[in-house]
T-cell receptor, first 114, second 115 residues
């Protein structure tokens, strides 16, 4: 079975500082990993994904994520946080050896403090 | 939110009533999905469809029904059997997942409230 964990319900960071939102996963085959962002009362917006290849993935709005197979992690990062980055972030995984279903983490609320 | 529309934005359900949530996409995607979002629980899959006239249950299908008569449309009915329907409902679509690396794109959501 596939699963994903976001160990922090909330992350607070000062504007201009680097931010990290953590994600770990469990799959039996190769993982397909995704990050989405959700603003209040809106749908999810796709940020980036890892399928294969380079472990550092760059996405929208200056975000990037690093795939670490040995630690089964896919942490989301940004070098300099903006107040407008404040939102709910979801990590998701699909098992390459499993079904077509995408499993989501419970989300991490990011607050960027001016 | 791209080419996926959901309506209405807010929906109120009375006890014992069935209600239908609309989802339409103009992305020419084959696969469509319905998720339920509750605070602190992330997204849970209700139903998904990979092709017209075919759909499969997700993790929490009880009390819900769907149809897929057209490629563009995937309506969700919340039946009276669903005892706790208050939630934010999200529709998504994607290219049929071969080799499973496709991205799901989401609509703006419908918030269902019980009167």
């Amino acid at each position: 079975a596939q699963s994903v964990a976001q160990p922090e319900d909330q992350v607070n960071v000062a504007e201009g500082n680097p931010l990290t939102v953590k994600c770990t996963y469990s799959v039996s085959g190769n993982p397909y990993l995704f990050w989405y962002v959700q603003y209040p009362n809106r749908g999810l917006q796709f940020l980036l994904k890892y399928i294969t290849g380079d472990n550092l993935v760059k996405g929208s709005y200056g975000f990037e994520a690093e795939f670490n197979k040995s630690q089964t992690s896919f942490h989301l990062k940004k070098p300099s946080a903006l107040v407008s980055d404040s939102a709910l972030y979801f990590c998701a995984v699909r098992d390459g050896a499993g079904s077509y279903q995408l499993t989501f983490g419970k989300g991490t609320k990011l607050s960027v403090i001016p | 939110d791209g080419g996926i529309t959901q309506s209405p934005k807010y929906l109120f359900r009375k006890e014992g009533q069935n209600v239908t949530l609309s989802c339409e996409q103009n992305l020419n995607h084959d696969a469509m999905y319905w998720y339920r979002q509750d605070p602190g629980q992330g997204l849970r899959l209700i139903y998904y469809s990979q092709i017209v006239n075919d759909f499969q249950k997700g993790d929490i299908a009880e009390g819900y029904s769907v149809s897929r008569e057209k490629k563009e449309s995937f309506p969700l009915t919340v039946t009276s059997a669903q005892k706790n329907p208050t939630a934010f409902y999200l529709c998504a679509s994607s290219i049929v997942p071969i080799p499973k690396g496709e991205t799901q794109y989401f609509g703006p959501g419908t918030r269902l409230l019980v009167l």
